[in-house]
């Protein structure tokens, strides 16, 4: 990442993070909540956190550092943003853990070989400049046989590239959603790689946003707005879900998914 490109990095999450109040950071929803279906299937293949030593790359607001630390994970978070690990480590405080934190790009983590059994790493990939340095992070921090997940959007929706057309103002201007290209770049780096993608009819959420519920994307982050639902708010959105189950798993239609949820082995 050059100098320039990591400095709008750092301002921009800095901005962000002094602009969030911890209240308003949902934890337990980010993995709970029906919308989390990538964080769900997550869980279920983690298994048992309990001891595991884990590194979140990218952590941001520090929700998914917090509740990996209550499951009984040791965590360690990294962000390129200070503001951003600052904000992580007294969100779990404000929860009753600990977290360690530790500024640093994913490019170069700042952390010794073989240390860490689980890396996690959300929303973070299409923001790097360059994923195979990345990949070789993360693959040099994990235990042998260690195991890293990751989620991060699609470039193939015309709906969601329409959104990130419009949603300026809360995203980057550097970021790149990911590419088949990229799957196939993960697979050279660990073995056992494999995928699943989320998102396609249940992206009607964000269109009642904007159509019926008249928020514009630069006036609120959707994909954080989507933990502020209930299950009674979303009883019409719930069997859309079960159509998705099926959508996500029929080749070349999956590709029009928002997100992509990678896993693979040291």
């Known amino acids: 990442m050059d100098s320039s490109q990591q400095q709008r990095e750092i301002d ?15 934890v337990a929803e980010l993995f709970e909540s029906p919308v989390a279906m990538e964080n769900r299937w997550i869980l279920h ?67 010794a070989d073989g240390q860490f059994d689980i890396v996690y790493i959300a929303n973070t990939i299409h923001h790097v400049s360059s994923k195979e340095k990345l990949f070789s992070e993360i693959h040099r921090v994990l235990k042998p046989n260690g195991r890293f997940f990751s989620i991060d959007p699609l470039a193939y929706n015309p709906v969601i590239n329409v959104y990130r057309n419009m949603a300026t103002e809360v995203r980057t201007e550097d970021e790149a959603p990911l590419s088949l290209a990229d799957l196939d770049l993960v697979k050279r780096h660990f073995r056992n790689v494999q995928h699943r993608e989320f998102w396609i009819a249940t992206l009607l ?48 239609v999956k590709l029009l998914a928002w997100n992509i949820v990678m896993w693979g082995e040291k």
């Open 205 to 252: 959420l964000f269109l009642k946003y904007y159509l019926i519920d008249r928020v514009h994307p630069n006036q609120e982050r959707y994909w954080k707005r989507i933990f502020e639902e209930t299950t009674t708010s979303l009883a019409w959105w719930l069997p859309i879900r079960s159509l998705d189950s099926v959508l996500t798993r029929i080749p070349l």
């Open 12 to 26: 921009f999450h800095n901005e962000w993070a002094n602009s969030t109040s911890l209240d308003k950071v949902r």
């Open 45 to 111: 293949c983690m298994g048992d956190l309990k001891g595991k030593k884990l590194l979140d790359i990218g952590a941001g607001l520090g929700e998914s550092s917090v509740y990996f630390a209550l499951q009984g994970a040791q965590v360690t978070c990294t962000d390129i943003s200070p503001g951003m690990v600052e904000l992580a480590q007294r969100l779990a405080l404000h929860h009753g853990t600990t977290i360690e934190g530790i500024v640093t790009p994913g490019e170069t983590i700042e952390a």
